[in-house]
């Protein structure tokens, strides 16, 4: 009896206090492939998927892949042509034996709020309780009731900087193989609690707060009866009821055991809080500091304005304190500017324009700065990943310029993208090698690119939608008490979601599934 697979993916993280909207478009930037054009794909999670199944002859389902650049909430027009793009080819699909689907878990829809919540109900409604459902998350996901209650298996990533999408697929496609097997009874339990901090300590590899807290849950697997565990630091820049982070674990049939660990999990990320906040530096400070440095580059990490955290990446508050201190020496500066991309197009390589760069985009976080440059280089914005979540695949700034201005070099792109390993500065021809300052805007993937490299680096605290800590955040849907509004909260107890055992027969086969 054949096999068939249902395989598709919406993938974004989106960010509630600043960014773009994700449209359409924005999916078309990055990826965008239906039907037999999800069986090309090769690396990510959705390949690592693809590798398991066809290891195992299995018949696929190709229904949609959709991936873009993190940004604000997905309109609500676009999100409702790709639910119903999804939904559609799985019905069309049926009948299967399961569905695999990679998701983010931190995206939000205008309107809606948890999209991944929304979308695993929709599916549940045309699969119905008898066909198992597994999806894979980021270890940043915003994990909700409706995402435990709907899934029987959530997988997440292990590694930040994210290495491991690859393999991650590969667990979640191994996880549903197992279910229809009848070797997995999954029973899947999400604790956590309300700390909230960003990414900028969160690193999974070496001695850190968060690398003890993946170390914790991913001991849990030797135990007997596990079968999977996950950490989650969530994404903190959204404003969504119950946020915090925690742990997940899936136990063979065994949800008191799930409990209990998954309990342990978030109790540790709580008492890791306050290893979480890191130190920040006003963009003066860092400067001098940096100077005092001998050689570089000195990384200045404008986190606040993180392009893979769903802001805009148009500050230009380290281009302004950068002019302000006179630096003679080269520097390398990211900011998204179209109007200024445009100028540049117009007038051409070698020419000479005066421009206001800067908070065109996200207007709210500070003020355009008026500088004179030259055009060194200019280019349509495609470039190609190397390795990490989005490995070959290629990227899109738009329209581009390098932008000389004294000592300075000023990479201006059209649109917001990805920092992984560099990419951007490279296409403009920016050696980072040669830079005393490199401005880069994601709080943990700059150690891929300039880890070997630099000489120091200064967190920034600066103004935008992604801050290196949420201490001045104001939410409006996270209601107290949560860290680090509440420093201490008295009788704090895990908040805990528990999964639905929907497959608790020896095996799952001999339910008379086609």
Known sequence: ????????????????????????????????????????????????????????SVAIKPLLVASACPSGPVT?????????????????????????????????????????GDLLEAVRAVVGDEIPVVATLDLHAHVTEPMVRCADALI???????????????RGARALLDILDGNLRPAMVLAKVPALVSGVLGHTEGPGPFADVMR?????????????????????YLDLPDMGGGGLVITNG??????????????????????????????????ERGLQIEGGPVLLVETADCCGGGAAGDSAASLRALLAADVDQPCLIPIVDPIVAVQCHAAGE?????????????????????????VRKLSDGRFRYRGGIWDGQAGNMGPSAALQVGSLEIAVASHGTYEWCGEQYELLG??????????????????????DIAKGEFILNTPGPTPATLRGTRFQNVRRPYYPADAEIAGLQPIIYRGVSRFDTPSYISRGVP
């Open 156 to 170: 997440a990533w292990e590694t930040y900087p994210h290495k491991d999408a690859f393999t991650t697929g590969e």
């Open 76 to 116: 609500a027009n676009c999100y409702r042509q790709l639910k119903r793009d999804l939904l559609d080819r799985l019905q069309a699909s049926q009948p299967v034996r399961g569905v695999l689907l990679a998701l983010h878990g931190s995206a939000a829809v205008e309107g809606i709020g948890d999209l991944e």
């Open 430 to 451: 920016l050696n980072a090698r040669s830079a005393k300052f490199v401005v880069v805007k994601n709080p943990m993937n700059y150690s891929m690119a300039y880890g």
């Open 254 to 287: 065994d949800p008191n055991l799930a409990e209990r660990l998954a309990w342990q999990i978030a109790e540790l990320f709580w008492q890791k809080r306050f290893d979480l906040e890191p130190p920040v530096f006003s963009p003066a400070d860092a400067i």
């Open 350 to 374: 070698g020419a000479e324009v005066s421009v206001q760069i800067g908070h065109h985009v996200d207007p709210k976080w500070g003020e355009p700065v008026a500088v004179t440059g030259r």
């Open 216 to 236: 914790l849950a991913k001991s849990f697997e030797r135990n007997d009866g596990v079968y999977s565990t996950s950490a989650f630091l969530v994404h903190p």
């Open 1 to 56: 009896m054949t096999t068939s697979i249902a395989i598709g993916s919406i993938f974004l993280e989106c960010n509630h206090f600043g960014g773009v909207p994700a449209d359409l478009e924005s999916f078309r930037r990055s990826e965008l492939f239906y039907d037999a054009e999800v069986l090309d794909r090769t690396a990510g999670t959705v390949g690592g998927m693809l590798s398991v199944l066809r290891e195992r």
